[in-house]
Nanobody, 123 residues
Framework: QVQLVESGGGSVQAGGSLRLSCAAS????????MAWFRQAPGKDREGVAR??????TIYADSVKGRFTVSKDAKNTLYLQMNALKPEDTAMYYC??????????????????WGQGTQVTVSS
């Protein structure tokens, strides 16, 4: 049974930082790509950052230079978020896939999802 459990969300003021974590249980060693998505009220879920099995990373333009995605040897996924803005407010989800796609992966390519953790940034 594969499970992804996010933690680390919360409320911060603009300019602040948060670090999200996503603990993976089950067959984590087989993940080809792990990613962070977010969804704000009334908006579509969007990709924030992703990391391939070899460490290659991809970021959305809106977070480049502010967010850093990483993972450790136990396949715990992290998202360091600095210089947060009110528009970063959303529910953040981690996702993983065993399929051999990462660079061009869409939402439907990820077969494992966490329940989400809320990030709220006030101005």
């Amino acid at each position: 049974q594969v499970q992804l459990v996010e933690s680390g969300g919360g409320s911060v003021q603009a300019g602040g930082s948060l670090r999200l974590s996503c603990a993976a249980s089950g067959y984590g060693s087989r993940y080809y790509c792990m990613a962070w998505f977010r969804q704000a009220p009334g908006k579509d879920r969007e990709g924030v950052a992703r990391i391939r099995y070899d460490g290659y990373t991809i970021y959305a333009d809106s977070v480049k230079g502010r967010f850093t995605v990483s993972k450790d040897a136990k396949n715990t996924l992290y998202l360091q978020m600095n210089a947060l803005k009110p528009e970063d407010t959303a529910m953040y989800y981690c996702a993983a896939t065993e399929r051999g796609v990462c660079v061009g992966a869409g939402i439907s390519d990820y077969n494992y999802w966490g329940q989400g953790t809320q990030v709220t940034v006030s101005s």
